[in-house]
């Protein structure tokens, strides 16, 4: 049988966390790709409250993550709502024209 440790978690953890910022550093056009690598990121967070939540044996990391899962959900349907909005004003997006966005 297998036997994995937290230790092999967290390194699984580094490796999203780190995909996620090259993701976000290395592509600076795309807007749904930024936002797919900020998700990532989130995720990778999360990864390791639940991590540490079931080593320290508490529930409070869980819940945490259960808190961030949900404002990132919210905060995905937020952005992409107004990256419609933007595109079927613009036809195009891009990041360069965002800060045209004036309200």
């Known amino acids: 049988m297998l ?3 937290s230790i092999n978690y967290l390194v699984l953890a580094l490796i999203l966390f780190v995909l996620g910022l090259s993701g976000l550093f290395m ?3 795309n807007i749904i790709i930024m936002l797919m ?3 990532l990121i989130l995720l ?3 990864f ?3 991590v540490f939540s079931t080593y320290l044996d508490d529930l409070f990391g869980q819940l945490t993550a259960l808190f961030v899962l949900t404002v990132a959900a919210a905060e995905s349907s937020i952005g992409l709502a107004i990256l419609v909005i933007f ?4 036809s195009k997006i891009n ?3 965002i800060d045209l966005m004036n309200g």
């Open 3 to 5: 036997i994995i440790n």
């Open 27 to 29: 592509n600076r056009q």
């Open 37 to 39: 690598s900020l998700e």
């Open 44 to 46: 990778s967070i999360n």
């Open 48 to 50: 390791n409250f639940v």
């Open 87 to 90: 595109y079927r004003v613009k």
């Open 95 to 97: 990041v360069t024209n």
